[in-house]
């Protein structure tokens, strides 16, 4: 019997009547409300790192168009204090000091902070004072430091220049002479600093889990391949983030221009005037700071073209699976 209704309105809505399909949530998903929530959490600093630094820098690179004498007078010079730089000498001079200062301090920031981690790796009483004594010097202001080991290192009167005939070595000026005043201020950064890198590194000692070790001691491995093939290759991530955090520390950071300029103020004769402190020199001592602009400018964009190129080099410190 015909009753005029077509076959597709005889079937049932399996949508609504079966209990087992799942029903569509209208709204976002999971992914994306923790997409949300992340870069809720990174705005306020995200915000900060804008204003502070994105905002100065933005204002660094117009103000290094212009000549300013400090007392208000603005002059649009277009590229005219750039150009100055490929004809100032003690540009390039300041340039080699500062690479020549990271070369030597950044490797010795590394070994050094990987050794002392590893020396006070276990856990007792012993090691948490030794871990103490080494973080101490961080915990002081720089400008401290640097008048501490000013008065230790100065000619005739410093505790170590007296103490050096004992050793055979007589006649040296530290901060005095070009050849030593910056292995000088090396050292001193160098003490000053390991005991905070000792600290990161003992962080990514801990993640290392104990089981590899005790497998590869079954296995005969001796102490020597356990640091080769396991703790190093296990510490890339942390190796990366050390090596970026202390060049960019030993180019632009705080030890590169508060011990210096308090030690020895860029001299003598420019040995130890790293690129901050000639800036700095330029802008407040003889008021050119349309081109301290420039050269901050400049040195920023280096600094982020060596960052990017390392990043790339090192995958990021991101581990191969392969």
Known sequence: MDTGMSPHQNKP?????????PLRRKGLSAKHREWIAGY???????????????????????????????????????FANFLRMGKDPLFWQAARVTALYAVLLVPLLYVCGLGLALLVQKTNRFNAVMRAMFFAPHMVSLVVVAVVWQFM??????????????????G???LGDPQFALVTVVFVSLWFLMGFYMLIFLGGLQDIPKEYY????????SPYH???????PLLKPTSFFVLMVS???AVAGAQAFDIIYVMTKGGPANSTSVLIVYIYQQAFSFGAFGYAAAMSSVLVVVLMLVTAIFFVMTKGGRFNYD
């Open 226 to 232: 356990c640091f080769w093939h396991i703790t190093l």
């Open 214 to 221: 005790e497998a590869a001691r079954i296995d005969g491995a």
């Open 172 to 174: 040296v000026s530290f």
């Open 40 to 78: 809720l959490f990174v705005l306020p600093d995200a915000i900060g790192l804008l204003i502070f630094l994105g905002l100065p820098m933005a204002l660094s690179l117009v103000l290094a168009l212009f000549e300013v004498n400090g007392f208000g007078g603005y002059r649009f010079v277009g």
């Open 153 to 170: 290192v100065v000619d005739k009167i410093g505790v170590i220049n007296k103490l050096t005939p004992l050793l055979g070595i007589s």
């Open 13 to 21: 809505d399996q949508s609504r009547s079966d209990p087992g399909t």
């Open 247 to 249: 060049m960019v520390a």
